[in-house]
């Protein structure tokens, strides 16, 4: 069964941090582009983060460059996002996800269950 398991949000004042964590099981990361994606209440779902293929430099949304960290641990088969200096506009639902290898993660095949990340001011 594949299967993308969230941990890691909550709440949090305005400067301080939070590391989702994402793991999957029926499937090898090596395969997939994987990233993290978030949708506030009210807007569209959008793209974070993506790694296209295995060993490719990471892509970030402008609203979050120099704050936030994908890694991924493959031994583990498990990705991470690292945000620091979090502001409350990145209040949202997070959602990992992995996707068709080579795209920049535009072509989802695998979404994991959500997770609110809240920031208060």
């Known amino acids: 069964e594949v299967r993308l398991v969230e941990s890691g949000g909550g709440s949090v004042q305005a400067g301080g941090s939070l590391r989702l964590s994402c793991a999957a099981s029926?499937?090898?990361?090596?395969?997939?582009?994987i990233g993290w994606f978030r949708q506030a209440p009210g807007k569209e779902r959008e793209v974070v983060s993506c790694?296209?293929?295995?060993?490719?430099?990471?892509s970030y949304a402008e609203s979050v460059k120099g704050r936030f960290t994908i890694s991924s641990d493959n031994a583990k088969n498990t990705m991470y996002l690292q945000m620091n200096n979090l502001k409350p506009e990145d209040t949202a639902v997070y959602y990992c996800?992995?996707?068709?290898?080579?795209?920049?993660?535009?072509?989802?095949?695998?979404w994991g269950q959500g997770n609110q990340v809240t920031v208060s001011s």
């Open positions: 790694i296209n293929t295995r060993g490719d430099r990471p």
């Open positions: 029926g499937f090898s990361f090596d395969d997939y582009a």
């Open positions: 996800a992995a996707g068709v290898v080579g795209t920049p993660c535009t072509l989802i095949d695998f």
